[in-house]
């Protein structure tokens, strides 16, 4: 396809067009300006009065967060307790989180964890599945553990179970 000089002049003067519109629109509601008439009225505007003389207002270009305490019938937030603001140092030491923040898990930790989960469970199946179960001391002798000691590792694997597998 072939693009001649008048077809990217036109776009060209497209552009140049959209600039300047684009300009004169965010200079028509840069600023609101306050000016008292001759009655003592006050008036607000965006165009400055020829007549009298006015002060340009510092006027907020977003919408405020809210920050009341007021709890709005039908909204999320119904709780008497959540999000309201407390009056004095006893009423601050009673507010609570309705519940306490979950932490958000990486990647890494939730590689981690999953491991642990896969471990915890093979060690769980061994225990079950092997009648006598042979364990290394620190100096690599071998031993036999015996039921009960059986038994505290297989409550210590449901517990890794319960605690690691989510």
């Not at 036109?10 to 684009?22: D, H, P, T, V």
């Not at 165009?47 to 967060?65: C, F, G, I, L, N």
């Not at 915890?120 to 009960?148: E, F, H, P, W």
Request: glycine content about 4%; some cysteine.
């Amino acid at each position: 396809m072939y693009i001649n000089r008048e077809t990217i002049n036109q776009y060209i003067r497209q552009i140049a067009l959209f600039g300047i519109l684009s300009l004169t629109c965010t200079q028509s509601i840069a600023g609101i300006y306050k000016w008292v008439d001759a009655e003592g009225n006050i008036h607000y505007g965006q165009q400055r009065p020829a007549d009298a003389t006015s002060e340009k207002m510092d006027v907020q270009q977003y919408a405020p967060r809210d920050t009341s305490s007021y709890n709005r019938p039908g909204s999320k937030n119904t709780d008497e307790n959540s999000d309201t603001v407390a009056t004095d140092e006893a009423d601050k030491k009673d507010l609570q989180p309705a519940e306490p923040e979950k932490k958000v898990e990486t990647a890494a930790e939730k590689k981690r964890r999953l491991a642990a989960c896969a471990q915890a469970r093979k060690n769980l199946s061994t225990m079950l599945s092997v009648g006598r179960v042979r364990s290394k001391d620190k100096d690599g002798n071998v031993t036999y553990m015996s039921q009960a000691q059986k038994e505290e590792k297989i409550s210590q694997a449901k517990s890794l179970i319960a605690k690691h597998c989510k």
